[in-house]
């Protein structure tokens, strides 16, 4: 089964150290689709939760790393269209997610950082599936990708991530400093 959704979340990050920060966000599931034997499954809006931290264990002019931990929640439905005069059939959909992670990159210019990402995770899927609820997990427990972070101004930067291998994404955003 092939799974496709898009969010948009909003975080805030407290840094009670230069190596250390913990991460709160939230925000919603604006849709996306389900593939299933039975046919396609549409995601409704929904919610979507995540607190963090991530820890900078090598901190050089030429290299930086940094460990990463995160759990996450999203809540939503997923609608099956009716076939042949049959109605549509609607069911909730909550996922939980573990994820550990490395980053290794550099920064260039004192504004450019490119880094390489490698992540795990796991996480059930309670989901009901023709009439029966049904417990699943993720296709794939890894993700391998790159990133670039950009600071556009002293406290305003942008950021990009895409992730080819595993379970693939694409993120993209932008952050302010307080």
Do not use: C
């Not at 996306?32 to 995601?43: E, K, S, V």
């Not at 290299?63 to 549509?88: H, K, Q, Y």
């Amino acid at each position: 089964m092939g799974e496709t959704r898009s969010s948009l979340v909003a975080s805030l990050a407290y840094h009670p150290t230069a190596r250390l920060t913990y991460q709160l966000a939230a925000g919603g599931t604006l849709g996306g689709r389900l593939q299933t034997p039975l046919g396609a499954q549409d995601f409704s809006s929904g919610v979507t939760a995540a607190t963090g931290a991530s820890y900078r264990i090598v901190s050089t002019p030429a290299l930086f790393t940094v460990l990463t931990a995160n759990l996450s929640f999203s809540r939503e439905r997923t609608t099956l269209a009716g076939m042949n005069g049959m109605p549509d059939v609607s069911a909730s959909y909550e996922a939980f997610d573990v994820r550990a992670g490395v980053l290794v990159g550099t920064t260039l210019w004192k504004m450019l950082s490119p880094y390489a990402v490698a992540r795990v995770f796991g996480g059930p899927v309670y989901w009901t599936y023709q009439g029966s609820s049904v417990t699943g997990t993720d296709a794939h427990h890894y993700q391998l990708g790159a990133g670039l972070t950009l600071v556009v101004a002293h406290r305003f930067s942008v950021f990009a991530e895409g992730i080819p291998v595993g379970e693939r994404s694409a993120a993209a955003g932008a952050a302010f400093a307080f």
